[in-house]
């Protein structure tokens, strides 16, 4: 069973920046598209970056484009997501999920079908 395990999270100041991984157990990693979402307390879990299966291909959320970059390390069954100048609006819980081969990007949360626990980030202002 693929498990994803994230890190990284904390509490870090307005303008600040962090720097979230997820490590994925299992040997098809590199076939398959990863995503971030995250999921503040009482809203929907909002879709954040998506990359494909060989970084060829990225997709951001309009909220986070040009602040926040997606990259992997496919020998590593790493994605990573580096988040600068954080802003108030970004305190959520930052999940990540495994998506579909091929090279489709998606952001919607029912095309992923395995994800992470969790990883609160806190930007205080």
């Known amino acids: 069973q693929v498990q994803l395990v994230e890190s990284g999270g904390g509490l870090v100041q307005a303008g600040g920046s962090l720097r979230l991984s997820c490590v994925t157990s299992?040997?098809?990693?590199?076939?398959?598209?990863m995503g971030w979402f995250r999921q503040a307390p009482g809203k929907e879990r909002e879709f954040v970056a998506a990359?494909?299966?060989?970084?060829?291909?990225?997709y951001y959320a309009d909220s986070v484009k040009g602040r926040f970059t997606i990259s992997r390390d496919n020998a590593k069954n790493t994605v990573s997501l580096q988040m600068n100048s954080l802003k108030s609006e970004d305190t959520a819980v930052y999940y990540c999920a495994r998506g579909a081969t091929g090279s489709a990007l998606y952001s919607s949360p029912r095309l992923y079908a395995t994800w992470g626990q969790g990883t609160q980030v806190t930007v205080s202002s």
């Open positions: 990359i494909s299966w060989n970084g060829g291909s990225t």
């Open positions: 299992g040997r098809t990693f590199g076939n398959y598209a």
